[in-house]
């Protein structure tokens, strides 16, 4: 192992307040907080990339206008837990401020749309707009936003724009918050609604809050015609990292902020096996307990990649931990929402990536898995941002940082050992330069750019087609012109072009099912995309009656769960049940299409191999090069009591998918996809008993962005680029 010092980050102090801002006392607001509300007040500009770093109150940056009592505006977040975060610091902004118009500040997520209609007795577009017109600041996703403004919400005999062109005209600050995090579908979803937003609404703003922005995408806009500022503190020499307590005080004096803490930062490597860090995590258990004996007032989180990982681990630490009154919760994909809540206040959390998008820990130990760069970067960003934290009303003080990163052995090679090593054991290093060498030295992920140009008008396609409704096309005919010009500018691409293979497909699923519709268009037009293999899971080991209804993907309960097989209607039964007895509302939506339910009982130790098989044969469907559509496909898991209950309903289900003739491990590794990219092994009928399945099928959204990366394979050769 290897250990290096990472420095303290300090923030530069604004020049001055901007005129009509006041702060609290004391307050004193950062560079970066100045020049984005100036940016945001300016007429001449559209878009604003703050890029502070992590921790540097780019929130506050946000929100300062509305603290004033100056603007409405709509915060998307990515994570249901972040939004609930944000909610959360924005009424804590709002007690510190006291605003004269004693703004009203509401959360809106899926489940809390569908209860709240419910409630109301609302369609869920009514709902929306009963909560948007309630608020001041609507926080919510940008799933509901993107879904609001594809007339997701609307019936037939509404006009399509009966609640974007609301909603749109309520708010005049759009932000998005962890915007590094979206993936290129996602990307274009916001700047088709943004184009949509510019020529049908006037003088609107909009924020993004990254500490990694997307060159792409501020590319993109400027080709749109957009007028964008970039607030970049780093560029601009805005952070000091001092060395000595000398430094820092001379610093603080000056009111720069400290941002992040001093950081001791041990390497870890890590053979490249699945529970590698699973393994060292039981053997080093009473290790990292000690250290919690050892320095008192502890706080800590282990961010891991897997969720059966994290559900194996939690037992054993909860149980170590508890003979001596510390506690231990999880957070996970499927960990309840009162597990969730409970585990921010925890000695240690043991969780997966639910944690580590922009929720505020105040932590002052961590252990990270990471997968790539970003990833890594994005995990230790959780750690040194608080000085310490308050229990039963008295202030508990950190008495330093310590970070384990569990990476593979190759990566410590790179940066450690040998003439062309970059860092050395015991070296004090600022931020900026050693994130530099990670992204240097780490594995990169594909940022799929040519997602934009292939399937990023089809998302322009079916806006234009609701514009031409003749309900409303006479009042948007200039907006009409004016948005086909501009996306055909953004993506390359001429709408002709997209109306002859949006048609096409259409004919193909005719010809191929006897059915109307237009599956790739669906899925092209959706978010993140809709999963065909979704299960509906009733938890077992949840304690928590209300939190026991979840959802998981078919491959993660085929690799990792002991469940069995339920009927939908018992899964309804039990849900509606369990929410009058307890008179909790339980949102029921997320199940309608789910592909199975099941009673999930516990994880496996080990992870499970099985397949996808064809009855036929796939190689005409890899030879097509194509997002196709297809049907029968089945599971093989020889052992597996209940895998053909399953096959009886997955047989039944045409899937949006793109075949390749390589083994999934090589596609994964040729194309840089990132660690949970959903594509899968298959065998067809002359491959079946294949030890290892020779072809790779991605489904729905993953399908279109392999689409873009298949050319690599189109000829021999290609460079192997190592995880």
């Given at each position: 192992?290897?250990?290096i010092?990472?420095?303290?980050?300090y923030?530069?102090?604004?020049?001055?307040?901007p005129?009509?801002?006041?702060m609290?006392?004391g307050?004193?607001?950062a560079?970066?907080?100045?020049?984005?509300?100036?940016?945001?007040r300016?007429?001449?500009?559209?878009?604003?990339?703050?890029?502070?770093?992590t921790?540097?109150?780019?929130?506050?940056?946000?929100y300062?206008?509305?603290?004033q009592?100056?603007?409405?505006a709509?915060?998307?977040?990515?994570?249901?837990?972040l939004?609930?975060?944000?909610?959360?610091?924005?009424?804590?902004y709002?007690?510190k401020?006291?605003p004269?118009n004693?703004?009203?500040v509401n959360?809106?997520s899926?489940?809390?749309?569908?209860?709240?209609a419910e409630?109301?007795?609302?369609?869920k577009?009514?709902?929306?707009a009963?909560r948007?017109?309630q608020?001041?600041?609507?926080?919510?996703?940008?799933?509901?936003?993107h879904f609001l403004h594809r007339?997701?919400?609307?019936?037939?005999k509404?006009t399509?724009?009966?609640?974007w062109n609301r909603?749109?005209?309520?708010?005049?600050?759009?932000?998005?918050d962890?915007?590094?995090?979206?993936?290129?579908p996602?990307?274009?979803?916001v700047?088709n609604?943004?184009?949509?937003?510019?020529?049908?609404?006037?003088?609107?703003?909009?924020?993004?809050?990254?500490?990694?922005?997307?060159?792409?995408?501020?590319r993109?806009?400027?080709?749109a015609?957009?007028?964008?500022?970039?607030?970049?503190?780093?560029?601009?020499?805005?952070?000091q990292?001092?060395?000595t307590e000398?430094?820092?005080?001379?610093?603080?004096v000056?009111?720069?902020?400290?941002?992040?803490?001093a950081?001791?930062l041990?390497?870890?490597?890590?053979?490249a096996?699945?529970k590698a860090s699973e393994t060292?995590?039981?053997?080093?258990?009473?290790n990292?307990?000690n250290?919690?004996?050892?320095?008192p007032?502890?706080?800590?989180?282990v961010?891991?990649?897997?969720?059966?990982?994290?559900k194996?681990?939690?037992?054993i630490?909860?149980s170590?931990f508890?003979?001596?009154?510390?506690?231990?919760?999880?957070?996970?994909g499927?960990?309840?929402?009162q597990?969730?809540a409970d585990?921010?206040?925890a000695d240690?959390?043991i969780?997966?990536?639910?944690?580590?998008?922009?929720?505020?820990?105040?932590?002052?130990?961590?252990i990270?898995?990471?997968?790539?760069a970003?990833?890594?970067?994005?995990?230790?960003?959780?750690?040194?941002?608080?000085e310490?934290?308050?229990?039963?009303?008295?202030?508990?003080?950190?008495?330093?940082?310590?970070?384990?990163?569990?990476?593979?052995n190759?990566f410590?090679?790179r940066l450690?050992?040998?003439?062309?090593?970059?860092?050395a054991?015991g070296?004090?290093c600022d931020?900026?330069?050693?994130?530099?060498l990670?992204r240097e030295?780490?594995?990169?992920?594909n940022?799929f750019?040519?997602?934009?140009?292939?399937w990023g008008a089809?998302?322009?396609?079916r806006?234009?087609y609701?514009l031409?409704?003749?309900?409303?096309?006479?009042q948007?005919a200039?907006?009409l012109q004016r948005?086909q010009?501009?996306?055909?500018?953004?993506f390359?691409?001429?709408?002709?072009?997209?109306?002859?293979r949006?048609k096409?497909?259409?004919?193909?699923?005719?010809?191929?099912?006897?059915?109307?519709?237009?599956?790739?268009?669906?899925?092209?037009?959706?978010?993140?995309?809709?999963?065909?293999?979704?299960?509906g899971l009733?938890d077992l080991?949840?304690?928590?009656?209300?939190?026991?209804?979840?959802t998981?993907d078919l491959?993660?309960?085929l690799?990792?769960?002991?469940?069995?097989?339920?009927t939908k209607?018992?899964?309804l039964?039990?849900?509606k049940?369990i929410?009058e007895?307890?008179?909790q509302?339980?949102?029921?939506?997320?199940f309608?299409?789910?592909?199975?339910?099941?009673?999930?009982?516990?994880?496996?130790?080990?992870?499970l191999?099985?397949?996808f098989?064809?009855?036929?044969d796939?190689?005409?469907?890899?030879?097509a090069?194509?997002?196709q559509?297809?049907?029968?496909?089945?599971?093989?898991?020889?052992?597996?009591?209940?895998?053909?209950?399953?096959?009886?309903?997955l047989?039944?289900?045409?899937?949006?998918?793109y075949?390749?003739?390589?083994?999934?491990?090589e596609?994964?590794?040729?194309?840089?996809?990132?660690?949970?990219?959903?594509i899968?092994?298959?065998?067809?009928?002359?491959?079946?008993?294949?030890?290892?399945?020779?072809y790779?099928v991605a489904f729905?959204?993953?399908?279109?962005?392999?689409?873009?990366?298949a050319h690599?394979?189109k000829?021999?050769g290609g460079?192997?680029w190592?995880?």
């Amino acid at each position: 192992m290897f250990s290096i010092r990472l420095k303290p980050i300090y923030s530069c102090p604004a020049d001055d307040t901007p005129s009509g801002i006041h702060m609290p006392d004391g307050w004193h607001l950062a560079w970066h907080q100045a020049e984005t509300l100036k940016a945001l007040r300016n007429p001449n500009i559209d878009v604003v990339f703050n890029t502070a770093m992590t921790g540097d109150g780019k929130s506050l940056a946000a929100y300062l206008d509305f603290l004033q009592g100056n603007c409405h505006a709509i915060g998307l977040y990515p994570t249901n837990a972040l939004a609930s975060d944000q909610e959360t610091q924005l009424k804590d902004y709002i007690a510190k401020f006291q605003p004269s118009n004693d703004p009203r500040v509401n959360r809106l997520s899926g489940a809390e749309l569908e209860i709240y209609a419910e409630n109301e007795g609302l369609r869920k577009g009514s709902a929306i707009a009963s909560r948007a017109s309630q608020s001041e600041v609507l926080i919510t996703n940008p799933d509901i936003f993107h879904f609001l403004h594809r007339g997701a919400y609307i019936t037939g005999k509404d006009t399509p724009d009966k609640l974007w062109n609301r909603i749109d005209k309520e708010f005049g600050l759009f932000i998005f918050d962890e915007f590094h995090v979206f993936a290129a579908p996602q990307v274009a979803s916001v700047l088709n609604t943004m184009l949509l937003i510019r020529v049908t609404n006037r003088r609107k703003k909009f924020l993004f809050l990254s500490a990694t922005p997307k060159a792409s995408l501020l590319r993109r806009l400027e080709k749109a015609g957009f007028k964008c500022k970039l607030i970049s503190p780093v560029d601009e020499g805005k952070y000091q990292f001092p060395e000595t307590e000398a430094e820092a005080t001379d610093l603080k004096v000056r009111h720069w902020r400290q941002v992040a803490h001093a950081i001791d930062l041990t390497f870890m490597p890590m053979e490249a096996t699945s529970k590698a860090s699973e393994t060292w995590l039981k053997e080093n258990q009473e290790n990292i307990f000690n250290l919690f004996i050892e320095h008192p007032g502890s706080k800590g989180a282990v961010i891991l990649n897997s969720i059966a990982a994290v559900k194996r681990l939690t037992p054993i630490f909860r149980s170590l931990f508890a003979n001596h009154g510390l506690v231990v919760r999880e957070n996970t994909g499927l960990s309840g929402q009162q597990e969730k809540a409970d585990s921010l206040a925890a000695d240690l959390v043991i969780g997966t990536s639910t944690i580590d998008v922009g929720v505020d820990f105040k932590i002052n130990f961590l252990i990270f898995e990471s997968s790539d760069a970003g990833n890594f970067i994005q995990r230790l960003g959780r750690l040194g941002r608080h000085e310490g934290y308050e229990k039963a009303g008295r202030k508990v003080q950190f008495d330093g940082f310590r970070a384990y990163a569990l990476v593979p052995n190759f990566f410590v090679e790179r940066l450690f050992a040998g003439e062309n090593a970059v860092l050395a054991e015991g070296e004090v290093c600022d931020r900026i330069h050693f994130q530099t060498l990670i992204r240097e030295k780490y594995r990169q992920i594909n940022d799929f750019e040519g997602y934009y140009k292939h399937w990023g008008a089809v998302q322009s396609f079916r806006l234009l087609y609701d514009l031409k409704n003749p309900h409303i096309q006479q009042q948007y005919a200039g907006s009409l012109q004016r948005f086909q010009a501009s996306c055909e500018e953004v993506f390359d691409t001429p709408m002709r072009t997209v109306a002859g293979r949006v048609k096409g497909w259409a004919a193909d699923w005719q010809t191929s099912s006897g059915k109307k519709g237009n599956p790739i268009v669906d899925n092209a037009t959706s978010f993140r995309g809709s999963s065909p293999l979704l299960c509906g899971l009733y938890d077992l080991t949840e304690p928590n009656e209300s939190d026991r209804f979840k959802t998981y993907d078919l491959p993660g309960v085929l690799s990792n769960l002991n469940i069995e097989m339920w009927t939908k209607k018992e899964f309804l039964e039990a849900l509606k049940a369990i929410a009058e007895r307890t008179g909790q509302p339980i949102a029921k939506g997320r199940f309608e299409y789910c592909l199975g339910f099941m009673r999930l009982r516990g994880y496996r130790e080990e992870r499970l191999n099985w397949k996808f098989t064809f009855p036929g044969d796939l190689q005409p469907f890899a030879d097509a090069w194509k997002v196709q559509v297809l049907e029968k496909l089945q599971i093989w898991q020889p052992d597996n009591p209940w895998v053909g209950e399953i096959n009886r309903r997955l047989k039944n289900q045409a899937l949006v998918c793109y075949v390749l003739r390589k083994p999934t491990q090589e596609v994964r590794l040729r194309l840089q996809l990132p660690m949970h990219f959903q594509i899968y092994p298959i065998s067809d009928s002359y491959s079946i008993h294949d030890a290892n399945a020779p072809y790779s099928v991605a489904f729905g959204q993953s399908a279109l962005l392999i689409e873009t990366l298949a050319h690599r394979f189109k000829h021999d050769g290609g460079e192997l680029w190592i995880a």
